[in-house]
């Protein structure tokens, strides 16, 4: 009953996949797709489908913004291995959710699980029963298995967080976060089911699952802690309204719609460019931002390589004039960037291999940091001078094995060579205290003793010997400190065995050791 064997057997699902999250013509209340949008959004919110009510069916206890830990179902279980456990022995959720028979059930199986589901217990268990089906089919969301109509067949993954908001003291004006807000994502299914990082007739780069590097920029502090200083009282000035950011590598566009969430109450008109090579991931984050309902003017995209200087100077909101007058215009610019080394020998049937199995959002060229360049050498021509942002979450190749031995070869220094020498900053890169070795990279990568070969003859011939996971935050300044152009430093989050890397979800420590950093260094 898994999606992937239903998905993989269909003559339609190419064309299905290019249905998936349309994107209305007129976003108002006489357009078919912008009332379907809203009904959704208001079905999933109506039977609780949020990240603490699936925490709690599932046992979690944890304060982070989704269920990353929930992945999709195995190739071909059976039947009998289709259950969700109750929630320690409650039978309803706070909302009143009755978890024996409930939508919520039958949509967390379908769209974070991925089962097929019978078209009956559907129709028994959601709110609309096979009129909610009709409208799941007309965004593109599931469809009948082409084999037997009687199965109900998911074809995204609809996945919720929830986003800390930011809130203004009426009375002393200072920025406080004591409230959240759900969010819900729509993205392409997860490798797992759909064996493939290509989708459609039409676009042939997937949309990018949730993972945990997906979430490090939303659960770690430092972004919110820039937002409040931002608008703090001391930080406000005329320049800072309408809030303005870019979201390079944007995907689902959870980095850009994440932020503007956070800031909903003290800048409503705050906007966002997103960037992606994907043109199906830039309707997808249109889709996602009508979705969580925000004005379809907040959300501007742009179809572009970043890796392509030519392309990207021609974009007109993006350009750069030969002068090197500064834009200055963006507080803010996110990004996380496709990052693994994938190896290009072209013509190697293993090297060709490994390509297919990560496609465009996942391959950072065969150096693994081709668009990280890119985005840290153009971050500061784009950024205001002084207090703008750029938060980047990545792997990093070579990064510094302490905080205060590095060498020319690390990260560290690449990110001083490309930022641009002109604009004054500071910046941090947070890695884990053990990165991986090469050698246990490419076994964690490899599937075969060829590809492993492959994939250490790649490392090998970029002077790659170790890799981490990692954030990158660089400031704006107004002065130089230390008489440099960018002051950056590294930092190594302490290991912690049971808590896990820097992105782990429920790396409580980590997130604690980033803030802590972040509020000595920054203010």
Partial sequence: MTADVRISAASTSLKRQDAACPFPGICNESDDTFCNIQKLRFILERVGFNHENIQRMFGINSSTFGPVYLKPVATALNEKSFHLPPLDGEKVLPNGTDLENSSLRSL?????????????????????????????????????????????????????????????????GNISENEVSSMILVTDLHPTLLCRTTVGCEEDGAVMYIGPDSLALCQHKPIRSHLKRLFSPKGKNEEMSPFKLIDFCSGSGIQALSTLMTLKYIDPCASAICVDINKRALRFTKFNSLFNGMEDSRINTVHADLCDESLISKEN???????????????????????????????????????????????????????????????????????????????????????????????????????????????????????????????????????????????????????????????????????????????????????????????????????????????
């Avoid at 019978?118 to 709110?127: C, D, H, Q, T, Y």
């Avoid at 507080?331 to 199995?357: A, H, Q, Y």
């Fill in 108 to 172: 967390v199986a379908m769209f974070i699980l991925g089962y097929a589901i019978p078209r009956s217990i559907l129709e028994k268990n959601l709110i609309g029963g096979s009129e909610t089906i009709s409208l799941m089919e007309s965004l593109g969301l599931a469809f009948p298995c082409e084999i037997d109509k009687e199965i109900i067949v998911p074809y995204v993954h609809i996945f919720p967080l929830s986003i800390p908001l930011l809130r203004r003291n009426e009375e002393t």
């Fill in 317 to 523: 909101i993006l350009s750069i004039s030969e002068e090197r007058k500064p834009y200055n215009t963006f507080d803010m610019i996110l990004c996380n960037p496709p990052f693994i080394p994938t190896p290009r020998n072209v013509g190697d049937e293993v090297s060709e291999g490994i390509n297919k199995r990560y496609g465009q959002f996942s391959t950072g060229g065969s150096s693994g940091d081709d668009v990280l360049r890119r985005v840290v050498q153009i971050s500061g021509k784009l950024l205001r001078k002084d207090q703008g942002l750029l938060a980047i979450v990545s792997e990093f190749m070579n990064p510094p094995i302490s905080n205060d031995d590095y060498g020319k070869d690390d990260v560290i220094e690449k990110i001083r060579e490309w930022w641009d020498k002109d604009v004054d900053a500071k910046g941090i890169l947070f890695t884990n205290e053990f990165p991986l070795s090469a050698i246990e990279y490419a076994r964690r990568r490899a599937v075969d003793s060829d590809e492993f070969n492959t994939w250490m003859e790649n490392l090998d011939s970029h002077g790659i010997e170790r890799v981490s996971p990692g954030l990158l935050y660089i400031k704006t300044l107004v002065d130089s400190p230390c008489g440099k152009k960018i002051h950056a430093i590294p930092k190594i989050v302490p290991h912690d065995k049971k808590l896990g890397s820097i992105w782990s979800p429920h790396n409580f420590r980590a997130i604690q050791f980033t803030e802590e950093v972040w509020q000595h260094f920054f203010e």
